[in-house]
C-alpha cells in the first residue's frame, strides 16, 4: 500500500459548493490521477500527526445528507483515544496511543522503530524488539504502524489511499456536481460504492461517503467531512470520518484529526530509545520500573529492574499481564485497528476484484 503527496490549488482555503458541472472524462482523468499520486509515496520530509477517534452513537448518518450533519453535535460515549504518529518511512517512526483513562498502568502505549532497533513502552514497562523479525505475541510492532498510517492516509485521500491500483467498474456524473463511481466483486469481500462531489474552482474531486454494498461487510461505511488545506501541511485533508461496520451503532467512530505537518528531521527526539535510568524524552514525567529485551530467544522473561537488578518471571506471568494490557487497551487498539479498515478492507476488496 503506497501513498502520495496531494496537489494543492491554493492554500488555507476550504472548499464551498459553488461549482460548475464535470463531464465523466474529465472525473475519470482526476480519478485516475489521484490513484496514481497515492502510489508514489511522497511526503515530501517527516511527517507529524495527531488525531483522536471515539465511539459513538451514529444511527441514522450514514444515509443523512452530509449538510445536515453537524459534528459537534454527534453523541459520542467517551471512549476516547489519542494517536501521535511521526514517522519519515516503515524503518523511522514512533506511534504513541493515550488511552481511556482507567488506571495509570494501562494509561498509554508507545511503540517505535529507529532502523535496527524498536521498543514498544508502557507506563512502567520497557520492551525491547528487532524489528528484522516478526512480532512477538503481545506486541504487534508492524501492524500498528500499517494501522495508523492507513488511518492518517484516509485522512488524505478517502478510499482512494486503498484502491490504487485498481480501475472502477464504471463512473456517473449526478446532478449538482455530485458523481459516483463503482468497484464490482463477486467475492465475499462485496462490492464498493464511492460518492463525492466536483469544485471547479479547486479543479478537484472530494470524496464524501463510501459503502461497501454486498458481500459479508455489506452496510460497513465511511463519511469524510471538511475538506480544506491544511495550513500547518499545505495538503487537502479532511477533518473528520465517521465510520460505520453494518447496522450495530456500538461499532461506529468518529475520527477527528487534530493536527499535520511536514518538515525536516522531526524524528530524532521520537525514536530516541528509553533507557531505566533516563526514561523517556517525550514522556518525561513517567519512571520505567522494568526493561526486558525481546531481541534475546535465550531469555525472553528475564528483566531489568530500575534498581539495577534482573529477575526472571515465568511464562505464566508475562502471559497473564499480556492479556492484562490487552483488556486495558483493547478499546483504543479497536479504535485503531477499525479506523484503519477503510484502507485495509477496501485494498483487499479491489486486489480480488481486479483478479
Known amino acids: 500500500m503506497s501513498y502520495s503527496v496531494v496537489l494543492v490549488f491554493f492554500a488555507g482555503a ?32 517527516d511527517v507529524s500527526a495527531e488525531w483522536e477517534a471515539d465511539a ?31 514517522f519519515h518511512d516503515f524503518s ?6 493515550d488511552l481511556p483513562k482507567t488506571d495509570e498502568e494501562s494509561s498509554f502505549m508507545d511503540f517505535a522503530r529507529n532502523g535496527n532497533i524498536a521498543w514498544k513502552l508502557t507506563p512502567t514497562w520497557l520492551v525491547l524488539l528487532d524489528p528484522s523479525k516478526p512480532s512477538p505475541v503481545g506486541h504487534p510492532l508492524h ?10 492516509q484516509s485522512f488524505r485521500f478517502g478510499a482512494l489511499a486503498a484502491i490504487n491500483t485498481s480501475t472502477p467498474s464504471a463512473i456517473k456524473v449526478l446532478s449538482n456536481n455530485q458523481w459516483q463511481a463503482n468497484w464490482n466483486s463477486s467475492n465475499a469481500e462485496g462490492s464498493l460504492v464511492v460518492e463525492g462531489r466536483w469544485d471547479e474552482r479547486a479543479s478537484r474531486g472530494f470524496i464524501e461517503t463510501v459503502r461497501i454494498t454486498s458481500g459479508d461487510r455489506a452496510g460497513t461505511g465511511w463519511r469524510f467531512f471538511d475538506w480544506h488545506v491544511d495550513a500547518a501541511s499545505n495538503l487537502w485533508v479532511a477533518s473528520h470520518i465517521l465510520e460505520f461496520h453494518g447496522a450495530k451503532d ?11 505537518s511536514v518538515t525536516a528531521n522531526v524524528l530524532d527526539l521520537h525514536v530516541r ?11 518525561s514525567n513517567v519512571k520505567i520500573i522494568s526493561m526486558t529485551d525481546l531481541r534475546d530467544p535465550m531469555s525472553p522473561n528475564q528483566f531489568v529492574l530500575s534498581d539495577g537488578t534482573t529477575t526472571t518471571v515465568t511464562q505464566s506471568e508475562m502471559d497473564e499481564f499480556a492479556i492484562h494490557m490487552k483488556t486495558k487497551s483493547k478499546i483504543a487498539v479497536w479504535l485503531l485497528i477499525v479506523g484503519a479498515t477503510s484502507a485495509i478492507v477496501l485494498l483487499r476488496l479491489v486486489k480480488r476484484s481486479a483478479t
Open 250 to 260: 456500538d461499532k461506529s467512530i468518529l475520527i477527528s484529526l487534530l493536527h499535520l
Open 143 to 152: 501492524e500498528y504502524f500499517r494501522n495508523a498510517t492507513a488511518v492518517l
Open 14 to 45: 476550504s472548499i464551498h459548493s459553488a461549482v460548475s458541472a464535470i463531464d465523466t472524462a474529465s472525473l475519470s482523468s482526476w480519478l485516475a490521477i489521484e490513484q496514481e499520486r497515492t502510489s508514489q509515496n511522497s511526503w515530501g520530509g
Open 92 to 97: 523511522h517512526w514512533r506511534l504513541n496511543i
Open 273 to 283: 530509545t528509553p533507557t531505566l535510568s533516563q526514561g523517556d524524552v517525550l514522556r
Open 56 to 86: 459513538v452513537d451514529a444511527q441514522g448518518l450514514l444515509n443523512r445528507p452530509l449538510s445536515e450533519i453537524n459534528i459537534p453535535d454527534i453523541h459520542l460515549l467517551n471512549r476516547k483515544s489519542s494517536f501521535t504518529l511521526a
